[in-house]
């Protein structure tokens, strides 16, 4: 496959640069956070998250970055070098998957690395990343940010923001302070959050014991918050926590609606814009990593919440690299696309406007890669393509089989490792549907105040989850449910287990009563 020509070094290339005659240009640095999902690490199946960090300006004087693998592998991670250790090391990625025992070293140590200098904070996540994300958030607001050199008070910081009730301090008259409130006025500085884009984030961590955290719903510290929703995912140990902001919300349903922060004192904070909007397919479909990784040259529902979400960070001035667009099979065959468009902005006023608000979040930004995630954001044949790739269902059975012309050319060992995987597959279906069916403990934070939680332990039988009044839906979901079943169906190895190819596509997501389609928004 190849791939347009990169442009010429930022430098020499003032074409691509948007700013204003006698414009102040500030350098900021942005301090950036992936925090990744649940077992999730650089591997065969790569989640949105490594993708996202490989697209990012590395320059140290404009970005420091950082990846987490997620909650359920070791953060300090080594090659086992004997079976014990390695035992080991499984036993203790189980454990931790079931009860989230490392969720703290997580938040800790994402909240090390924001100690280094810094102007504005990017904060991505998935799944129990995303979760992370949220917290360290909520942990910002609660403690603030200790000064660089102080890692030693981070464990005293991070017990004090999780407890569960807010023990005073003093109290004179009228007047009190809580610990919180007096360890980030004595020790800390006040630090906001500038973006924080997550992937269907889950309302708590540990399979077996569900964890939760104060703040993990909403911040008012943040300025720009997105969630990318999976409109299929019908298991119950992955419910989606929304937005909830400090304030109890009469109807938070407005996804897409932006709402004032509150500060300590009666300060205003600036108002948070959120964006919540949902995609076809299972969880790992919409944040990644559901299937091995081909180097993104296969189309992949997860590509369409990875340009939707790069698209809003850009705007709010998260930096690109621009070879590593230019490069990628996600967003390089849209740079030609751009530098056309680029030529031509009054053929493109949504275009320009966008650039103006990417411009004024960032006066340093790249116009060309900016206009470049704009397109790959739009409707295109290969957002097209990507609306139809395959998406799975861990509560079903059914697994086709192949073709018997593919069979024949199979060796033995080839069939082997095919029949184990089905096996595999089915053993793990008949674990998560468990899940499903025996009474298990459910936290999720409420809508109807800040900080309060819904604990359940009624079984979930495998329902889908339950929509807001008025969802955001992508553009590509109407795409794949106006798909005829035979369109689905001719879709190289779509839909092993999702019976598509006969029914065509529903989603399995539930509207509330006297809720349908007609209260539903198709959005970009």
Known sequence: MSFPTPPPPLETAPSYIRCAPGSKR????RICLFLDGTG???????????????????????????????????????EAGWMPSKIYQKVSQIIDEGIAYSLGDHICKGYKFLMDPGDEVFLFGFSRGAFTARALAGMLEAVGLLPAGNEETIPLAFSIYKRKTETILFQSGEQ???VAQGFKRTFSREIEVHFVGVWDTVSSVGSIIPRTLPFASGSSWIHHFRQAFALDERRARYTPQHWIGPAAQADRDHSADAQPGHGHGGDE???????????????SNVGGGEFPYDGDHSPALSHLSLKWMVREAVEAG????????????????????AR???????????LDAYLDRTMENNPEANELMAATVYLAARPSPQSTADALAPRADHLSFAIEEKPEEVKDKLSFGARLADFYARISARAMTSFWWLLEILPTIKVAQRADAHGKKKVSFWPNFGRGR????????????????????AKLASEPGNNENVPEGSQGYKPHARFREGRGMKDVRFVE
Do not use: C
């Open 176 to 178: 009190k302070e809580t």
């Open 26 to 29: 500030v350098s900021r640095r």
């Open 40 to 78: 999730n690490s650089f591997g065969s199946n790569i989640t949105n998250l490594p993708i996202l960090f490989s697209l990012a300006n590395e320059d140290p004087t404009k970005a420091l970055l950082y990846y987490q693998a997620g909650v359920g592998e070791t953060i300090a991670t080594h």
């Open 340 to 350: 056309e468009a680029l030529r031509s902005l009054d053929k493109y006023p949504d």
């Open 466 to 485: 339950i929509l807001p009044s008025h969802p955001n839906f992508h553009y590509s979901v109407l795409e794949r449910m106006s798909a005829a079943p």
């Open 269 to 283: 904070r600036p108002v948070t814009t959120v964006k919540e909007v949902y995609f076809a397919g299972a969880h």
């Open 318 to 337: 998260f930096e690109l690299d621009t070879y590593s667009v230019s490069t990628s099979p996600i967003f390089g065959p849209f740079v030609d696309k």
